[in-house]
């Protein structure tokens, strides 16, 4: 069964040829490198969405190192656990996590409103269906997905309980209370515990928290691969230049990513 919904009369999409349509014949061509782009003009709300391409670049890289594998373990193997038939990543970035975790489903999308990410994700896995999309109108149909996942992405409420089947899942990860605290203590004067459960108590109404999760990831990173993980956090403009300059110069660095996996369960109706 096709997932996609199509943005402007909300039926299901069909792929015939290269093109994906409705039956009210609007199309959406598939691109070259293997995605569709159904991010219609009238919901951008911003000049140039997403991520700018040296973030992209600094984050594939940082990723294809496999600092973060044990995240990407964890999250495959709740999966496994799960049983699930359909997938929706929001937020699939360059698309490491949904690989990964594509091969534990029937069928998966991925969704990201960064166009230069979505290209990179499609390259590298025929087996997802990638869309160039928002969270403000989540490209599939209404309870057609057993999962939602969104990492270090948005949580769009709504739209994850018109997709999600009853009695679905939304898996959302986020950065534990001591995420790359000795970064942020190189950068900044004063750090702050980050607070994952401020999720919780958002999506309390709609969701019980099932299972939650605390993941580390001890490293010890080369200059290179520091740079590319300063690149790619929020942190990075946040801070002073003088001091990113000096963290950037150092040989070595050790520090430990520590990841909140929360698993939360849509409420009976
Ligand atoms: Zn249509």
Request: net charge negative; charged share 20%.
């Amino acid at each position: 069964m096709n997932l996609l919904m199509c943005p402007v009369c909300r039926e299901q999409l069909q792929f015939e040829g290269k093109t994906w349509r409705c039956e009210n014949n609007h199309s959406y061509d598939e691109a070259k490198q293997g995605y569709v782009n159904l991010h219609v003009v009238q919901h951008k709300h911003s000049k140039n969405p997403g991520d700018t391409p040296e973030s992209v670049q600094a984050r594939r890289a940082f990723l294809g190192a496999g600092h973060y594998a044990p995240l990407q373990q964890a999250a495959v193997q709740k999966i496994r656990e799960l049983r699930i038939e359909n997938l929706l990543d929001i937020g699939c970035g360059e698309g490491y996590y949904t690989s990964a975790m594509s091969h534990e489903v029937m069928q998966c999308v991925g969704v990201d409103i960064a166009k230069n990410a979505v290209q990179a994700a499609a390259k590298t896995n025929k087996g997802v269906t990638w869309v160039v999309g928002t969270g403000s109108t989540l490209p599939v149909l209404d309870h057609s997905i057993d999962l939602c996942t969104s990492l270090f992405s948005p949580i769009p409420k709504a739209e994850i309980l018109r997709v999600l089947k009853p009695e679905g899942y939304l898996m959302v990860v986020t950065p534990g209370p001591q995420h790359l605290f000795a970064m942020r203590e190189a950068l900044f004067e004063e750090v702050q515990a980050h607070d994952p459960h401020k999720f919780v108590h958002q999506l309390e109404d709609a969701f019980d928290l099932a299972e939650e999760l605390l993941i580390e990831a001890p490293m010890t990173l080369p200059q290179q691969d520091l740079k590319h993980l300063i690149a790619m956090t929020p942190y990075a403009y946040k801070a002073k230049a003088e001091r990113r300059k000096a963290l950037e110069e150092q040989d070595a660095f050790s520090l430990t990513a520590q990841f909140q996996i929360l698993l939360l369960k849509k409420k009976s109706a």
